[in-house]
């Protein structure tokens, strides 16, 4: 499976890892191209047609596109491989690093247009390129006489005219990180209305907590921009659930994302593809007179895009007719073009009928099917994932903490087309956190398969989601409860000598089990989570104890507290006060200072003071706080200054300034460069 992210990002081209086969790399183009037929020319057809000498009526545009390689962007593409573990030992012994194509899941193709005259909706043409190989896509338009004449002078000029844009979706492996999606239901349900009227719904679903998603962990080294991308796929995660075009949540939504299993991600290309070559493509552009003969003939180019190379599929053959007039064209590889022409009936117009026959390897069984109807020039047959069941099972919402394993059952018949009831069962562990499951039935895929789920549980505990119908081939595979308590436990200070919290945490999961957990929290991580299941009985009610650890080596351990529903705990002394002090620097002159450090120190009679420092430059915000939460353990100088300031000014001469150690007690710092 590819893994995230691109270990090259090119202008033209991503590289990516597998993250099992060493050898294998995935060369992803970023920007779409215009296809070419195995001859080299462009597959291309622009006509520009009159009905006089004097008139332009208007003009028809036909082109294919795809996502290939150039030869010698390939090329770059391997000696990237090389530089990035391909040219191990294990690696030359496997043949060397090898260019595989991504599971594609879904996607759709876009064309751009240059036609002024025409509709903003009309100059973009959509469809759905293939899954397999180099994704074509084929794109046929009607122009108006002004975009007919400006599409010729631009491509026949050499500059690059025609965009397209790619959104495919694949699956593929984020790095060892944790981000976590939530939406709670009644307080989603409860915004709906006024959420979905504003700008931007989520904004408001995160300021009130009703929804959001945010980042847990991530390498330390991680690509922020990958980041911020899973972040937004987050979001995508939970857009059914939220306003203002999902539909509201029946239960709490609350998933965790790692690193350990595949999801569907999205891979985008788009931007203006080369030109024609007219040394080769001068034959795509055609000038005629609605007299012209071609207007009574029917020409027609037919390619097949089938997976040949999986070894399932042994020929596709296309079932070409016309009126009266069949033809059939065998395919049994990418490369072969088959070229006919028919003299045009009026009565019948320009649409050909075609109906693909799929025969498949080491079997007598064929599938037929749905028929094509079509006037463009150019048919692409995309013969993608036919006569078999693919299931991609994930399971990056499942903490394998709690989880031992998953048995996923599959099951699927379709008696109108001869397949009787198949059943089979896949595991999911740590180990194996994503699965394929493949089966071959010889016929259409067209109805829903059912999946049941079980899930035996770190504590013995075995959950079960019984069989329920899904489509599409890429399942997440939820966490064993719909229900969630989660708590967010945080420390709120470290003073008189404290060095640690060891919180003790219980809690009823609705059948009849208590799950325990202790968390310890310190100066270096004075936050954590504790997520557990509950049955949709479960009222959702725990219960915690702190036992407060100090560096002299006591402890004091306080009673049990109980409460309700997830929520952020607050461990520790709670704050008599906090102290807020804002430094401003409005009035230096970063012309003559290059840079300003401000240190900030709160008083205690004894052990370390709590400091604080803040840097000023050219370019970044002119005032920052500092808050500090004070307990009334007598930490605080009694009638002493609650902070005191000293700062440093580095000039742009090369000299610097420093202001003496001032008490202070007003809750403003303004900065000002010493004589």
Same mark, same amino acid.
């Given at each position: 499976?590819?893994?995230?992210?691109?270990?090259?990002?090119?202008?033209?081209?991503?590289?990516?890892?597998?993250?099992?086969?060493?050898?294998?790399?995935?060369?992803?183009?970023?920007?779409?191209?215009?296809?070419?037929?195995?001859?080299?020319?462009?597959?291309?057809?622009?006509?520009?047609?009159?009905?006089?000498?004097?008139?332009?009526?208007?003009?028809?545009?036909?082109?294919?596109?795809?996502?290939?390689?150039?030869?010698?962007?390939?090329?770059?593409?391997?000696?990237?491989?090389?530089?990035?573990?391909?040219?191990?030992?294990?690696?030359?012994?496997?043949?060397?690093?090898?260019?595989?194509?991504?599971?594609?899941?879904?996607?759709?193709?876009?064309?751009?247009?240059?036609?002024?005259?025409?509709?903003?909706?009309?100059?973009?043409?959509?469809?759905?390129?293939?899954?397999?190989?180099?994704?074509?896509?084929?794109?046929?338009?009607?122009?108006?006489?002004?975009?007919?004449?400006?599409?010729?002078?631009?491509?026949? /000029?050499?500059?690059?005219? #025609? $965009?397209? *844009?790619?959104?495919? %979706?694949?699956? !593929?492996?984020?790095?060892? +990180? &944790?981000?976590?999606?939530?939406?709670?239901?009644?307080?989603?349900?409860?915004?709906?209305?006024?959420?979905?009227?504003?700008?931007?719904?989520?904004?408001?679903?995160?300021?009130?907590?009703?929804?959001?998603?945010?980042?847990?962990?991530?390498?330390?080294?991680?690509?922020?921009?990958?980041?911020?991308?899973?972040?937004?796929?987050?979001?995508?995660?939970?857009?059914?659930?939220?306003?203002?075009?999902?539909?509201?949540?029946?239960?709490?939504?609350?998933?965790?994302?790692?690193?350990?299993?595949?999801?569907?991600?999205?891979?985008?290309?788009?931007?203006?593809?080369?030109?024609?070559?007219?040394?080769?493509?001068?034959?795509?552009?055609?000038?005629?007179?609605? /007299?012209?003969?071609?207007? #009574? $003939?029917? *020409?027609?180019?037919? %390619?097949?895009? !089938?997976?040949?190379?999986? +070894? &399932?599929?042994?020929?596709?053959?296309?079932?070409?007719?016309?009126?009266?007039?069949?033809?059939?064209?065998?395919?049994?590889?990418?490369?072969?073009?088959?070229?006919?022409?028919?003299?045009?009936?009026?009565?019948?117009?320009?649409?050909?009928?075609?109906?693909?026959?799929?025969?498949?390897?080491?079997?007598?069984?064929?599938?037929?099917?749905?028929?094509?109807?079509?006037?463009?020039?150019?048919?692409?047959?995309?013969?993608?994932?036919?006569?078999?069941?693919?299931?991609?099972?994930?399971?990056?919402?499942?903490?394998?903490?709690?989880?031992?394993?998953?048995?996923?059952?599959?099951?699927?018949?379709?008696?109108?087309?001869?397949?009787?009831?198949?059943?089979?069962?896949?595991?999911?562990?740590?180990?194996?956190?994503?699965?394929?499951?493949?089966?071959?039935?010889?016929?259409?895929?067209?109805?829903?398969?059912?999946?049941?789920?079980?899930?035996?549980?770190?504590?013995?505990?075995?959950?079960?989601?019984?069989?329920?119908?899904?489509?599409?081939?890429?399942?997440?595979?939820?966490?064993?409860?719909?229900?969630?308590?989660?708590?967010?436990?945080?420390?709120?200070?470290?003073?008189?000598?404290?060095?640690?919290?060891?919180?003790?945490?219980?809690?009823?999961?609705?059948?009849?089990?208590?799950?325990?957990?202790?968390?310890?929290?310190?100066?270096?991580?004075?936050?954590?989570?504790?997520?557990?299941?509950?049955?949709?009985?479960?009222?959702?009610?725990?219960?915690?104890?702190?036992?407060?650890?100090?560096?002299?080596?006591?402890?004091?351990?306080?009673?049990?507290?109980?409460?309700?529903?997830?929520?952020?705990?607050?461990?520790?002394?709670?704050?008599?006060?906090?102290?807020?002090?804002?430094?401003?620097?409005?009035?230096?002159?970063?012309?003559?200072?290059?840079?300003?450090?401000?240190?900030?120190?709160?008083?205690?009679?004894?052990?370390?003071?709590?400091?604080?420092?803040?840097?000023?430059?050219?370019?970044?915000?002119?005032?920052?706080?500092?808050?500090?939460?004070?307990?009334?353990?007598?930490?605080?100088?009694?009638?002493?200054?609650?902070?005191?300031?000293?700062?440093?000014?580095?000039?742009?001469?090369?000299?610097?300034?420093?202001?003496?150690?001032?008490?202070?007690?007003?809750?403003?710092?303004?900065?000002?460069?010493?004589?």
């Amino acid at each position: 499976m590819l893994r995230l992210p691109a270990l090259v990002a090119g202008p033209t081209w991503s590289l990516y890892a597998d993250d099992q086969l060493d050898q294998a790399f995935y060369a992803i183009p970023t920007v779409p191209r215009l296809a070419r037929g195995p001859d080299g020319a462009a597959i291309l057809t622009l006509i520009k047609y009159r009905s006089g000498p004097d008139r332009l009526n208007g003009g028809i545009i036909e082109v294919q596109t795809d996502l290939a390689l150039r030869p010698q962007e390939r090329e770059e593409a391997l000696a990237a491989a090389r530089a990035h573990g391909g040219d191990t030992a294990a690696v030359r012994a496997a043949g060397g690093p090898q260019l595989a194509t991504p599971l594609w899941l879904d996607g759709t193709a876009s064309l751009r247009l240059l036609d002024p005259s025409a509709k903003a909706e009309e100059r973009t043409v959509q469809v759905q390129p293939s899954l397999s190989g180099a994704n074509p896509a084929v794109f046929q338009a009607a122009l108006t006489p002004e975009g007919a004449a400006m599409e010729w002078d631009v491509l026949r /000029s050499g500059r690059p005219t #025609l $965009q397209a *844009a790619y959104r495919l %979706r694949a699956m !593929a492996r984020i790095p060892d +990180g &944790t981000v976590h999606a939530y939406a709670h239901s009644a307080d989603v349900t409860a915004q709906w209305a006024q959420a979905g009227a504003l700008p931007d719904p989520r904004a408001a679903l995160v300021q009130s907590s009703a929804a959001g998603v945010e980042v847990l962990d991530w390498p330390v080294n991680g690509d922020p921009k990958l980041r911020e991308a899973f972040v937004a796929w987050g979001w995508e995660f939970l857009a059914p659930w939220l306003p203002p075009h999902g539909t509201p949540p029946t239960g709490d939504i609350d998933a965790v994302f790692t690193g350990a299993a595949g999801l569907p991600w999205p891979f985008d290309a788009a931007g203006s593809m080369d030109p024609p070559d007219l040394t080769r493509d001068e034959g795509c552009f055609l000038a005629l007179d609605l /007299s012209d003969p071609i207007f #009574l $003939q029917r *020409a027609t180019e037919v %390619r097949c895009n !089938a997976d040949f190379a999986a +070894g &399932t599929i042994a020929a596709v053959t296309a079932r070409i007719s016309y009126g009266d007039k069949r033809r059939d064209a065998v395919f049994t590889d990418n490369e072969t073009v088959d070229r006919f022409t028919w003299t045009v009936d009026p009565a019948l117009g320009r649409t050909i009928t075609v109906r693909p026959l799929v025969t498949f390897a080491a079997s007598s069984a064929t599938l037929e099917l749905p028929e094509l109807r079509t006037d463009n020039q150019f048919v692409l047959l995309s013969v993608d994932d036919v006569g078999r069941l693919t299931v991609d099972l994930t399971t990056a919402a499942v903490d394998w903490s709690t989880v031992g394993h998953v048995e996923a059952g599959i099951r699927y018949q379709d008696g109108d087309h001869g397949v009787g009831l198949v059943e089979d069962t896949l595991r999911l562990d740590a180990s194996r956190p994503a699965q394929r499951y493949e089966r071959m039935v010889y016929a259409p895929v067209n109805r829903p398969y059912d999946l049941r789920l079980e899930y035996d549980l770190a504590d013995g505990q075995i959950v079960v989601r019984d069989w329920s119908p899904h489509t599409g081939r890429a399942v997440l595979v939820p966490a064993p409860f719909d229900r969630w308590l989660a708590l967010r436990l945080r420390a709120t200070g470290w003073s008189g000598g404290i060095s640690a919290f060891q919180v003790d945490l219980e809690a009823e999961d609705g059948t009849g089990r208590t799950n325990r957990n202790t968390v310890r929290l310190t100066p270096e991580t004075d936050t954590a989570d504790w997520r557990t299941g509950l049955a949709p009985t479960a009222p959702g009610r725990f219960r915690h104890r702190v036992t407060t650890l100090y560096a002299d080596g006591h402890s004091t351990v306080d009673p049990w507290t109980d409460g309700e529903g997830s929520q952020s705990l607050d461990v520790g002394p709670a704050p008599s006060r906090v102290l807020d002090v804002t430094v401003v620097a409005d009035l230096v002159d970063f012309t003559v200072v290059k840079l300003v450090k401000t240190t900030l120190r709160h008083p205690v009679p004894t052990g370390e003071q709590p400091t604080h420092d803040m840097v000023f430059a050219a370019g970044r915000a002119t005032s920052e706080t500092w808050r500090l939460p004070l307990s009334d353990d007598g930490s605080a100088a009694a009638g002493g200054p609650d902070y005191t300031v000293t700062s440093t000014f580095y000039l742009q001469d090369g000299e610097h300034r420093t202001t003496p150690e001032t008490p202070g007690t007003d809750p403003i710092v303004v900065l000002r460069l010493p004589a």
